[in-house]
């Protein structure tokens, strides 16, 4: 991996997409923006909640593309765009992001896919235009950013640590963290070729999860012994929240065949290997290790898991990725028709089975807990990877004058009330400072850094 870091550092990113992917990418994006204009599915969680007042009537389709527009627009020009130039590889915050809020903005629906589609084709013509014209910059800023690869592939490896620690406790955490470090060290001597940080992961996760479950177990076994009547009232709450759901999952399977297409659609573009599902999966696939690019992937969709069934089930609508886990099935399909056939497969089984999912999280409170704190331990870790990155990347492409435009910048966004979203600000402060760099080279006020 890191000979293939050095030739990427060397010659920046390539977003040069051949015709089967540009149309993929295409027809994904108008497919993807019609799902949301019938509020089927978005890629944003935090908007998927306000789609049940909208699909009941109490509030109207521009005020809810508002909403998604306000909660997306940061992540979309902040990490999407800047991520996609920095490694070459598209991601669903710069694909599905816009097509969310262009889906839910359509005031018709043969407008959504020809808005969604347009969308895709401004990505993969527009960014490769963009990306060759920044290299063509005095202060290459784009090859710069290639720095943040390191702090985000390995810094991303502590999430389960942080996790158990959080909802663990001390000790489980510090054994937690000895176990990863000696993983990571036993896998850069043993297979220098593998990403370090995969098999730390999978046991932190694997940890994680037989803590959580024991726990429950534990706790069952205990109400079971324990006075009569206690099991009643689980009874009681399962079949409340069984009523909740099931208009919700009811909703979702009448529309299984446009869900089939759509996880057919996302799998085939994972299988393309010009997208990453996210931050170190990016540049896990720039740099070929497709393998760990699935595991980093598989992982991380454990943690999202509960959090898009509940949400799912409650709105009556999906996510643009599923549970995510058809991201690492593209990448390891050898081509593109068995990719489609296992992406439908994989979204027919989900939907499917959202119901009982959902009844299995219910009697799993501490392991859908464990998700919350997954969820939270992957925001703290990216978050100082990309800060660290960033400023890597800043000394890089403009010594001590680029990290303090960029990590002045990031000071004052924070002074500001953050009107970036804190996890898309570092890697906004780096396109800025390289664009200022670049202004302030020209008129004769900075030498680029050589070398």
């Known amino acids: 991996m890191s000979s293939s870091t050095a ?17 993929t990418v295409i027809a994904l994006c108008a497919l993807t923006a019609l799902v949301s204009h019938l509020a089927l599915a978005v890629f944003n969680d935090g908007v998927r909640p306000f789609l049940l007042d909208f699909v009941q009537g109490r509030t109207t389709r521009n005020a809810t593309a508002a909403v998604s527009f306000g909660l997306s627009a940061g992540f979309v020009f ?68 290639q720095q943040m690869s390191t702090p985000i592939l390995y810094l991303f ?65 205990a109400a079971a012994a324990g006075p009569a009547g ?47 599902g996210g931050e170190a999966t990016s540049f896990l696939i720039a740099e070929g290790d497709h393998t760990e690019a699935a595991q980093v992937d598989f992982y991380r969709a454990f943690g999202f898991l509960p959090l898009i069934a509940t949400t799912a089930l409650a709105s009556a609508a999906y996510g643009i990725a599923g549970f995510t886990f058809v991201y690492p099935l593209g990448y390891l399909m050898p081509n593109p028709y068995l990719a489609a056939v296992a992406g439908a497969a994989v979204f027919a089984a989900e939907v499917l089975a959202l119901s009982s ?7 799993l409170p501490t392991v859908r807990d464990s998700s919350e704190h997954l969820r939270a331990a992957i925001g703290d870790t990216l978050l100082l990877a990309l800060l660290f990155g960033s400023l890597m990347a800043a000394e890089a492409m403009g010594g001590g004058l680029g990290i303090l435009i960029t990590g002045g910048l990031w000071l004052l966004n924070e002074a500001m009330g953050r009107p970036v979203v804190r996890m898309a600000a570092a890697p906004a402060a780096v396109l800025a400072g390289g664009v200022l760099l670049n202004l302030l080279h020209w008129l004769g006020l900075f030498t680029p850094v050589t070398g």
């Open 78 to 145: 902040g990490l999407g765009a800047p991520m996609a130039l920095s490694t070459g590889v598209l991601n669903p915050w710069l694909l599905f992001l816009p097509t969310d809020v262009l889906g839910l903005l359509s005031p018709r629906k043969w407008l959504a896919p020809l808005l969604g589609g347009a969308w895709g084709a401004l990505v993969v013509y527009g960014l490769t235009g963009a990306n060759d014209l920044a290299h063509d910059l005095p202060v290459d800023f784009l090859t710069a950013m």
């Open 157 to 221: 490896t502590l999430f389960p640590v942080l996790a158990i620690t959080k909802q663990f406790g001390r000790l489980r955490g510090g054994v937690a963290a000895v176990l990863e470090l000696a993983l990571v060290i036993m896998a850069m001597k043993l297979w220098p070729q593998m990403f370090a940080g995969a098999l730390a992961m999978a046991a932190g996760v694997l940890l994680l999860i037989g803590l959580a479950v024991a726990r429950d177990l534990g706790r069952r076994r």
């Open 230 to 276: 206690g099991p009643a009232g689980g009874e009681g709450a399962d079949d409340l929240m069984v009523s909740l759901f099931s208009a919700g999952a009811a909703r979702l399977r009448r529309f299984l065949p446009l869900f089939m297409l759509l996880g057919a659609g996302v799998a085939v573009l994972a299988q393309s290997h010009v997208f990453g």
């Open 7 to 23: 030739l990427a550092a060397a010659t920046g990113p390539e977003l040069d997409f051949s015709l089967p992917q540009q149309l």
């Open 357 to 363: 999912i959902g009844r299995l999280l219910g009697r």
